[in-house]
């Protein structure tokens, strides 16, 4: 893959990802063929601002789990309606991070 195709594709989704992963992945990405283009552009990429609002506003039914994939958590924070709050109280400060993490391994599954 060219390097302005790359460049556009870390400044639409850079934000999904960690700061610190966008070296790594820019790499990956121009070692890559074309072919695999189509496939990444089309990845669902989850915001992980999207998931800080969700998991405030309705956290407690792990909601916020199932939107990233957790469904293991989801369904634990659900029967124990978010570790009885304190695990939704967690939550609002690792959704982000968590969030960024699913897609970086959506992004590898692609790229590996």
């Given amino acids: ?3 302005q195709r790359v460049d556009m594709f870390l400044m639409t989704t850079g934000k999904n990802f960690h700061s610190h992963q966008l070296p ?3 790499e990956r990405l121009l070692a890559i063929d074309d072919s695999k283009l189509i496939m990444i552009q089309s990845l669902s990429l989850k915001s992980p601002q999207t998931s800080l609002i969700v ?3 309705c956290g407690s039914l792990g909601i916020d789990r199932f939107l990233i994939g957790d469904v293991g958590l989801g369904i634990g924070k659900l029967l ?3 570790g009885f709050g304190v695990w939704t109280v967690v939550d609002w400060f690792m959704i982000q991070n968590a969030t960024k993490d699913k897609n ?3 992004l590898q599954q692609l790229l590996y």
């Fill in 80 to 82: 124990t309606c978010g």
């Fill in 24 to 26: 790594q992945i820019r």
């Fill in 55 to 57: 998991s405030i506003l």
């Fill in 104 to 106: 970086m391994q959506m």
């Fill in 1 to 3: 893959m060219d390097a």
